[in-house]
């Protein structure tokens, strides 16, 4: 397209100025390469607007590559005077020959004038001209650079090809936020991202007017990445090197940067108990080394990354918008007690510490890029695959150098334990020059009030037996008799056994002899101290109890301002002004925006059984109250000259090492994605034995006592797409003998604790699996089944590395043929037994056996039975090279069919199985 060369106005110069003018413009093509004709050579405000956005550029970059450069003034507005791509306002034409310029107009945009509000329209004018120069020049340098397709840049806002992701159809940023571009122009491509920053980089704000915006929401205190990125860009093509970002007051008091000491991954571990937890969640911990004010640890920072959902009612339309991507994933920076309060306490839920062993500078490229994604970082939350875990990965990769990247360990599905896999075997080299793992787990978890009660039982017990040693029989027997009462169920009994505890332990010091009473009075120290921590988890527990029975009453009603768009709009502009945000307290925790709600809202009467709860809750507080008055009571009295202090760091380093002695003994792996080749010898009841292949692949599998570093609870059990594939190898195409895929299945063997049992189900473990198999040695060799069993636990050791439980329930199966199907249903008997086995990486002897007699319906009408053993040695042999080598020889028994019916008695005829049976030995290899 050619310039146009009449306008509507006449020229704004005279002839004189015409003549500077074609000087001017005659300079421009021979010291730069840019063209202006026509309406463009006679616009003297044009002309200068160009010199100006040219001497913003270092001097080697105001040449732009790639031959003669025109600029096309049109007659016609256009907002910001600017192209948008479309074929009535082109922004470039003649294979990037020309760059077309319209007529000022203002915008509705709101990013693009956000930071210009104290401009006047002409000062706009004239600074969306200049970012029209460097828009131009830029976008020919990155063309010859390929600036915008490099992995610093396309990281920083998550830039994907199309077809590097499933469904990625065209190139698109993980930010879904336009407030994260300069302007709208940059949320299509890198290049454009990359070359409308450029714009706001060079020609900022404060370059028209210097008091045009306060200096912390100026850009270069805004985009610290991506001003870091284009400033490496340039000094490394050698074109100049751009001005130090400077002081940035607010970010410089958040990030403390010097005395930053390191940052922690951490992971809220599952309870044991709900399987809504089982998948983990994620948050980062950045720690700084105590300056001259003591800051408590509650007020420590922790990022969240997790789904802004609001106030949205849990039910099919949240489960769906959490899948669908109807939720957004953003970056909170909220305080440890926040976490404290809701994921160890609410939600009883240890933490477990990772550090992130990253240089000086990609330490504060980390703080950097929590201050900008905080702000502007939302990105579509999906639940198996943008979820916490992969938000941690962006943020991370846009912060480490030399184009270190850490990859999703999977493309359907992105599990926090499976990423903490990915980040530990990742070598980084430390300050010492040693290969070192990105992440290095610390033995200090976070300790939740129901973890933190399970020990103070045990510790408990520990006591009463060493006072036994050291105490009369006699004086002993009104604290054990208190003891039984506190682990009543019900909060009124341990309220009475609380007001008897004073006079117990005063009876206890009074009997013991003078050499051993310092002894004694510390034992008896610690006794109250972890009763209060157990009365201490029951409260936790009837405070989450309560909270959700209020959210079930307010969500009943209409709630209002509740959706998670509206939540993140107001976030939005909220952090769109650092001079407003700062004196603006933002509650960010979730809990508490959820109990602001609560305490002034209209709720509906509650039902009976929550009424119940609710009274139940007041008793638990009432119960907690005199557990800490008898504390008090006997700290101030005969126990007064125990030192706290040293009873928590006694308590604290025996914590700490049992914790440290568990790790070195654990898998540091999580289940996720395994793979395990197995090969033996079938023996089946007719014909010879048969050699067997074996293939069996998991999404996720961890077994019932596994010990793993990034791992769930060991006492729970959770399998997902695990499968085998079971072959006879031949000459010609092998023989397929069976397969069986376990969909979804979990166990659970943890109890809760004596306190906060409601129901005989609160005394037992629990399980439940659906699956499918195939057997062509069967009549209906395809099946389906649904089972599920309650457990009980007749032993276990405390981290249940071994146990032996038994279980309960009922099955229900579908099998089927070409010509036929039977459903069946019945019972099912099972045992559980796992050992310990010394060595590393929980090496174990496993028996898992099972008797399900079911009534089948069909053509073969009748009960059918069921049996299968299988004792299985897990050797974990350590690292072989970069390989983890795991050895699971087995044997395995499998019977079904049915039983011969009996003569009656008298009679000689025995009662004979019939059916088929198969015994399998194999030898599994697993390499991680």
């Not at 270069?220 to 074109?239: D, G, I, T, W, Y």
């Not at 669908?324 to 939600?347: A, N, P, Q, R």
């Amino acid at each position: 397209m050619q310039a146009a060369e009449s306008l509507d106005e006449e020229p704004r110069s005279g002839p004189v100025e015409s003549l500077s003018l074609a000087s001017r413009v005659a300079a421009l093509e021979a010291t730069t390469g840019i063209i202006l004709h026509g309406a463009a050579a006679r616009d003297a405000e044009l002309i200068s607007d160009v010199e100006a956005g040219l001497a913003a550029l270092p001097p080697a970059m105001r040449r732009p590559p790639g031959g003669r450069l025109e600029l096309v003034l049109h007659p016609e507005s256009a907002p910001l005077g600017l192209g948008d791509g479309s074929k009535e306002h082109p922004d470039w034409s003649e294979d990037r020959e020309q760059f077309h310029l319209y007529r000022y107009a203002p915008t509705a945009e709101r990013r693009a004038t956000l930071r210009l509000s104290r401009l006047t329209e002409a000062e706009a004018e004239h600074l969306w001209r200049r970012r029209a120069v460097v828009h131009a020049v830029m976008q020919r340098w990155d063309d010859l650079k390929n600036w915008s397709r490099s992995r610093q840049w396309r990281r920083l806002d998550g830039w994907i090809l199309p077809f590097e992701r499933p469904l990625t159809w065209k190139e698109s940023a993980s930010i879904t936020y336009a407030g994260a571009f300069s302007r709208a122009r940059g949320q299509v491509s890198a290049s454009l991202d990359l070359v409308t920053f450029a714009e706001e980089l060079f020609i900022p704000a404060e370059s028209l007017r210097a008091d045009a915006l306060p200096v912390d929401d100026q850009v270069r205190c805004q985009e610290m990445s991506k001003a870091r990125a284009l400033s490496e860009f340039v000094a490394e093509a050698h074109l100049g090197d751009l001005p130090a970002r400077g002081d940035c007051p607010a970010f410089d008091a958040w990030a403390d940067a010097d005395a930053l000491s390191h940052l922690e991954v951490l992971l809220v571990a599952a309870t044991g108990r709900q399987p809504q937890s089982l998948f983990g969640h994620i948050l980062l911990r950045p720690v700084w080394r105590e300056g001259a004010v003591v800051q408590g640890p509650g007020f420590e920072r922790v990022v969240q990354l997790v789904a802004l959902t609001g106030l949205e009612s849990k039910g099919l339309g949240y489960l769906m918008k959490g899948m669908t991507g109807g939720f957004s994933t953003v970056f909170l920076t909220g305080t440890l007690g926040d976490i404290s309060h809701e994921s160890l306490e609410l939600e009883q839920r240890t933490i477990r510490r990772f550090r992130l062993n990253l240089t000086q500078g990609e330490a504060r490229r980390m703080l950097e890029r929590t201050w900008e994604l905080e702000r502007r970082g939302y990105l579509g939350y999906y639940f198996f695959t943008d979820n916490c875990a992969a938000a941690l990965l962006f943020l991370l990769n846009g912060a480490l150098e030399d184009d270190r990247y850490v990859r999703a360990p999977g493309t359907l599905w992105v599990l926090p334990t499976a990423t903490l896999d990915t980040l530990a075997k990742t070598e980084v080299v430390d300050a010492n020059g040693r290969a070192v793992s990105l992440l290095e787990h610390l033995p200090d978890a976070l300790e939740s009030t129901g973890d933190r009660a399970r020990r103070a039982l045990t510790e408990q017990e520990r006591i009463l037996t060493t006072l036994a040693t050291l105490l009369p029989s006699h004086a002993l027997e009104p604290l054990r008799g208190v003891h039984r009462i506190l682990q009543s169920a019900e909060p009124d009994v341990r309220r009475n056994g609380y007001e008897r505890l004073t006079q117990a332990v005063t009876t206890a010091l009074a009997s013991s002899r003078p050499a051993s009473r310092a002894e004694v009075r510390d034992a008896l120290h610690a006794y109250v101290a972890h009763a209060v921590r157990v009365e201490r988890a029951a409260v936790d527990q009837s405070e989450a109890e309560t909270l959700a029975i209020d959210r079930e009453r307010l969500l009943a009603l209409d709630l209002k301002d509740g959706k998670a768009s509206d939540n993140a709009l107001d976030r939005q502009r909220l952090f769109e002004r650092e001079d407003a945000l700062q004196r603006k307290l933002a509650v960010l925790d979730r809990t508490a925006v959820l109990q602001q709600a609560l305490a002034s809202a209209t709720k509906r009467p509650p039902t009976p059984d929550e009424l119940k709860a609710l009274v139940r809750a007041q008793h638990t507080e009432a119960a907690f109250a005199a557990a800490t008055e008898a504390q008090g009571a006997l700290n101030d009295g005969p126990l007064a000259e125990v030192d706290p202090r040293a009873f928590l760091a006694r308590d604290r380093q025996r914590k700490t090492e049992a914790e440290a002695t568990w790790a070195q003994g654990a898998l540091r792996e999580s289940g996720a994605s395994r793979t395990v080749v197995s090969a033996g010898m079938d023996f089946p009841d007719m014909g010879e034995a048969r050699p067997v292949v074996s293939l069996r692949t998991s999404a996720m599998n961890e077994a019932l006592g596994d010990a793993r570093l990034h791992g769930f609870q060991s006492s729970s059990e959770l399998r997902v797409l695990d499968g085998e594939l079971s072959v006879e190898p031949r000459w010609g195409v092998p023989r397929i003998l069976g397969s069986r895929l376990t969909l979804v299945g979990y166990r659970t063997l943890l109890p809760e604790l004596p306190q906060q049992r409601r129901s005989v189900s609160d005394s037992l473990g629990w399980g439940a699996e659906a699956g499918m198999s195939t057997n062509f040695e069967r009549l209906l060799p395809y099946r389906v089944s649904v089972q599920a069993e309650a457990l009980g636990v007749v032993a276990s050791s405390e981290r249940f590395d071994t146990f032996l439980a038994v279980g309960v329930g009922a099955r229900a199966t579908m099998d089927w043929s070409q010509f036929q199907s039977a459903p069946a249903v019945g019972p099912r008997l099972s045992l559980s037994h796992r050992a310990g086995l010394p060595g590393p990486g929980g090496s174990a002897l496993r028996l898992e056996a099972a008797y399900v007699p079911a009534w089948r319906s069909g053509t073969t009408s009748g009960f059918t039975h069921e049996a299968d053993a299988t004792l299985q040695v897990e050797w974990y042999l350590g690292k072989i090279a970069h390989w983890s080598v795991l050895l699971t020889p087995r044997a395995q028994v499998h019977w079904e069919g049915r039983l011969a019916s009996w003569s009656g008695p008298g009679s000689s005829r025995a009662s004979l199985p019939e059916g088929w049976a198969r015994r399998r030995l194999a030898l599994g290899v697993e390499l991680r």
